[in-house]
């Protein structure tokens, strides 16, 4: 089976998250996740090399804007802690890419939900 589809329809679960920080005014989150979201889907729909590093870059920020959120947010219960067992499944599946098909897909999923939980850090303080 193609993986490809599933790493494409990930991409999908980032829009709770950015429909959340629309509705909450938190802007500068919005537009990092559309970024996000528009370049990833560009580079991995074509695979053009030229876009990999800003793909790159696009996950490095959002990795930022989402910590800036969670300090900002004092570490709130239970958020805090949803949001750093995210981050560390979500790194094992980083780290396991070339031996599964898949996981890069799932890196998508549990990157989102991250963001989430950074986002529900910070607006429950």
Excluded: C
């Excluded at 889907?41 to 920020?61: F, I, Q, T």
Aim: glycine share 2%.
């Amino acid at each position: 089976m193609n993986p490809k589809p599933f790493t494409l329809f990930s991409l999908v679960i980032f829009l709770f998250p950015l429909a959340i920080s629309f509705i909450w005014k938190f802007y500068a989150l919005s537009a990092v996740l559309i970024f996000v979201l528009i370049i990833s889907y560009l580079y991995h729909s074509s695979e053009n090399k030229n876009l990999e590093k800003l793909d790159v870059a696009g996950a490095w920020l959002l990795m930022f804007t989402n910590t800036i959120l969670i300090v900002v947010g004092r570490f709130t219960f239970p958020y805090f802690y949803l949001a750093v067992l995210s981050a560390i499944i979500a790194l094992y599946f980083y780290f396991t890419q070339n031996k599964s098909k898949y996981a890069h897909g799932w890196w998508h999923v549990l990157s989102s939900l991250v963001t989430l939980f950074a986002l529900l850090t910070y607006q429950t303080t």
